[in-house]
């Protein structure tokens, strides 16, 4: 039952490029010494992961090199993060919907000969009321969200988006309120870790 399992598991989490994993996976359970069985099935596991940590590191160098002068757009190997602000923008309906969508755009093109991956999207309103300006809500900011990833052309199944947390505003030394600091935050799954820059 647990072999019949890790066979499911495998088949989800390997794209066609590794096939080759699926075989030996295949292989391991003609096995009939059970020591032999585990130890190859052990030894598959550990080749699956090292294909997922080259993945992402091949995608965090991609991304680095895609967004080289925005940096403040890549905040990790594989995470990015769309600032926004709702402060006296003539176009406050449709700015952060452009953003994702120019981000996801380039973040596909990045990745395009990576596979396995996908994006989970959390957006971060305003917590805080300003004297002046308007920041997003939540609300607002996840309805742009699904805007911008519906026209980045990205299948639905290759990504989610959810709502967070409301943002804690930034502060200017002397403890005034600088930023409502609302936000999307951009996290690329379903591959293995990254080196840290």
């Given amino acids: 039952m647990i072999f019949a399992g890790l066979g499911v598991l495998a088949n989800v989490l390997a794209p066609p490029a590794h ?12 096995l009939t010494d059970d020591t032999a069985r585990l130890s190859c099935f052990d030894t598959t596991a550990m080749d ?10 091949n995608a965090a160098a991609a991304l680095s ?6 940096l403040n757009v890549l905040n990790g190997p594989l995470s990015l993060k769309v600032s926004a602000s709702g402060n006296s923008r003539t176009s406050r309906d449709t700015v952060v919907a452009r953003e994702v969508e120019n981000i996801v755009r380039r973040t596909t093109k990045a990745l395009a000969d990576i596979d396995g991956w996908s994006l989970s999207l959390v957006v971060h309103g305003g917590k805080v009321t300003l004297s002046r ?11 742009q969200a699904r805007t911008g990833l519906s026209r980045s052309g990205l299948t639905d199944s290759r990504y989610t988006v959810a709502r967070g947390a409301d943002a804690e505003p930034e502060l200017w030394d002397d403890g005034r309120i600088r930023s409502a ?8 799954v379903g591959l293995g870790k990254a080196a840290s820059r």
């Fill in 19 to 30: 096939a080759d994993l699926r075989d030996d996976l295949a292989r391991c359970a003609t």
């Fill in 48 to 57: 699956m992961q090292k294909a997922r940590n080259a993945a992402g590191e």
């Fill in 65 to 70: 090199k895609e967004f080289r002068f925005d």
């Fill in 133 to 143: 300006g308007s920041p997003y809500t939540s609300d607002e900011l996840l309805a």
């Fill in 181 to 188: 600091n609302e936000h999307i935050d951009i996290q690329i």
